[in-house]
């Protein structure tokens, strides 16, 4: 059952009261990500978020984490572009203890000054780590590819240069602007009293004061055709291109899960018979969706031998055009809205999932879809809305593309999957990304 309120402060609050669990999730979510920032301060958010576990005038770091995990729960965050989340999962019985804890870190943290120059250096070794991977890397340079000078393009962890720059000045002005009650959602999931909890919610949170409120705005967001690449010396060659998806809460979304789950969500996905198991060019392949507010991707990855490389991109081409020209089969159509319906079923059963879910819900849109809802909406998916989908995504072909690897041809590589991309090209940007 759900239930949504909003406190005297703005603070916004969904529960979802789950009966038979001995467990609660319970998470704060704030509209903050690195989208948010701008070019001089790119990683602040996430430096915060890490910040925000180093101590309070009543707990120390060591203390913060233990009180939750002595309890067997567990306490932890992320940051992504357009958001930032910070939660706990525990026995239900833990719920003041739950509460307590995220709202004394978020409120009360210190931001010692010595503490913020030694997480300078955690952070600096997370982006180093992240630059030795490949994944991490052709994931961040995809972004600028596809987004250019956009916020949406900037890493989420920023540059060694920035973190260095960071001072306790900049950081509590930055949590003064962007950390406010109205644009934050406290999302709880699982076993509860309800007049227990606002009780607790109110108690912990209610005092939670901003100057201004924050709503954040983004400017329109085109995305580019582009490419780039970065040298690693490895032995498999990285790629991931970019189509054109659709903004999160569009109306056609879950058109785009069914024939994103068809195109290459999974084993017996067209990519992965075709690329990997008919003709053995790659270990790893799939496609997935990056909605975000104003615009969305439909990225695919592969995981290939260097020398497979235009093969693979000839063969994803040809297959992306086939899909685009020739659709789905009604068949196809049923037979995938029992498959998307079963992994949103099989999603439910976690009580963090469906916390996060209806806190990005609630956050972003203002508003839940019931499970009865959800379940009508891919019922309702019509041949209308697969060619909607069809001719704004497919049809235009691959926009972007990123590569990372060593002695590869990349504008051979270019001429093959971006051939076509000019003739939707909104951003007048020529230029080519060599890192």
């Known amino acids: ?64 984490m233990e009180q939750i995990e002595n309890v067997g729960g567990q306490i932890n965050a992320f940051t992504s572009k357009e958001a930032t989340c910070y939660y706990i999962k525990a026995l239900n019985t833990h719920l003041d203890l739950s509460l307590d804890v995220l709202s004394d870190i978020m409120l009360n943290a210190k931001f010692d000054p010595d503490e913020i120059e030694k997480e300078k250096g955690v952070v600096i070794e997370e982006i180093n780590m992240s630059e030795d991977s490949p994944e991490d890397v052709l994931d961040d340079i995809h972004s600028k590819s596809a987004f250019g000078d956009e916020a949406l393009g900037f890493p989420i962890l920023g540059t060694i240069p920035l973190v260095k720059s960071f001072t306790r000045e900049k950081i509590l002005d930055f949590i003064s602007e962007k950390y406010t009650p109205y644009n934050s959602v406290i999302s709880v999931c699982g076993k509860f009293d309800d007049k227990e909890l606002e009780d607790l919610i109110n108690k912990y949170f209610g005092a939670w004061e901003s100057k201004d409120q924050y709503k954040p705005e983004y400017k329109e967001t085109s995305i580019q055709v582009n490419s780039a690449n970065a040298k ?9 291109l970019g189509l054109e998806g659709l903004p999160y809460g569009h109306e056609k979304n879950y058109a785009l899960v069914l024939l994103n789950n068809i195109f290459g969500g999974g084993a017996s996905s067209i990519l992965f018979q075709k ?36 093969k693979a991109l000839e063969v994803i081409d040809k297959e992306i055009t086939l899909f685009g020209k020739n659709g789905i089969t009604d068949k196809q159509l049923e037979i995938n809205k029992e498959k998307i319906k079963a992994n949103y079923i099989l999603g439910l059963e976690s009580t963090s999932s469906r916390m996060f879910s209806n806190a990005k819900a609630y956050l972003f849109r203002n508003k839940l879809k019931t499970q009865e809802e959800v379940i009508k909406k891919i019922d309702d998916i019509s041949k209308d809305d697969i060619q909607y989908v069809l001719d704004r995504c497919f049809k235009k072909g691959v926009l972007n593309a990123a590569y990372v690897g060593q002695d590869v041809e990349y504008k051979k590589l270019d001429s093959i999957i971006l051939k076509n991309a000019k003739a939707y090209d909104n951003s007048n940007n020529d230029s080519k990304l060599n890192l």
């Open 1 to 64: 059952m759900y239930n949504t309120y909003t406190l005297k402060n703005g603070l916004r609050v969904v529960t979802e009261k789950i009966e038979h669990l001995k467990s609660i999730s319970v998470g704060v979510m704030v509209q903050n990500g690195s989208r948010n920032e701008n070019a001089e301060v790119n990683g602040i958010s996430h430096f915060i978020e890490h910040m925000f576990f180093k101590g309070t005038d009543r707990r120390t770091s060591k203390e913060v």
């Open 232 to 240: 690693k010396e490895i032995e498999q060659l990285h790629i991931s």
């Open 275 to 310: 690329v990997r198991e008919e003709l053995g060019l790659c270990y790893s392949i799939a496609s997935y969706l990056q909605p975000f507010q104003d615009v969305g991707t439909l990225n695919i990855y592969a995981g290939l031998n260097r020398n497979y490389g235009e």
